[in-house]
């Protein structure tokens, strides 16, 4: 299984290497591509209604500003998108996050926090682990990994009290 992360920009790469570091610390193979909703629309349609031939199975689509590269990828696929709004104007990301959020009805994106690039790995394993159980294992495995830090960090604050 696959995921495909479309980033708007270059400039997006440092918010959404977390992603790619996510899913293969799952297993999960990425291929990122920098395509531009607008600039290079043919490209982004290409890259999603050829993504079940590749393999892939989820989208992560990261962009700013205006941010309907994760429509516009979702209007070409079936395939689930995963939108991640990246802060790069000076409304600090707001607009994207409305962008990504506001899609008509009929074409659905799940939305992420600002440069949640993170929780949109993490989403995207969820996904993927509805078919693979081994996949499902390791999700659980995680958790229980945070949840025993939280106890550590609990014990470290309790005892300076």
């Known amino acids: 299984m696959k995921a495909a992360i479309v980033i708007g920009s270059d400039s997006d790469w440092p918010i959404m290497k977390p992603a790619v570091e996510t899913l293969k610390k ?4 990425a291929e990122v591509t920098v395509a531009s909703a607008h600039r290079t629309p043919a490209k982004v349609e290409e890259l ?5 031939a590749r393999g892939v199975r989820v989208f992560i689509a990261a962009a700013g500003g205006a941010a309907h590269l994760a429509g516009v990828v979702a209007s070409h ?21 409305l962008a990504t959020v506001q899609m008509p009805s009929g074409i659905p994106v799940a939305a992420m926090a600002i440069n949640g690039a993170k929780n949109a790995a993490l989403f995207a394993v969820q996904i993927l682990a509805l078919a693979d159980e081994t996949l499902a294992k390791k999700l659980k495995e995680h958790r229980a990994n945070l949840a025993k830090e939280v106890e550590q960090k609990a014990a470290r604050v309790e005892e300076q009290l």
Do not use: H, K, Q
């Open 48 to 52: 999603a209604t050829t993504a079940p």
């Open 26 to 29: 799952f297993g999960v193979e």
């Open 77 to 97: 696929t079936t395939l689930p998108v995963i939108g991640v709004p990246v802060n790069a104007t000076p409304l600090n990301g707001m607009d994207a996050l």
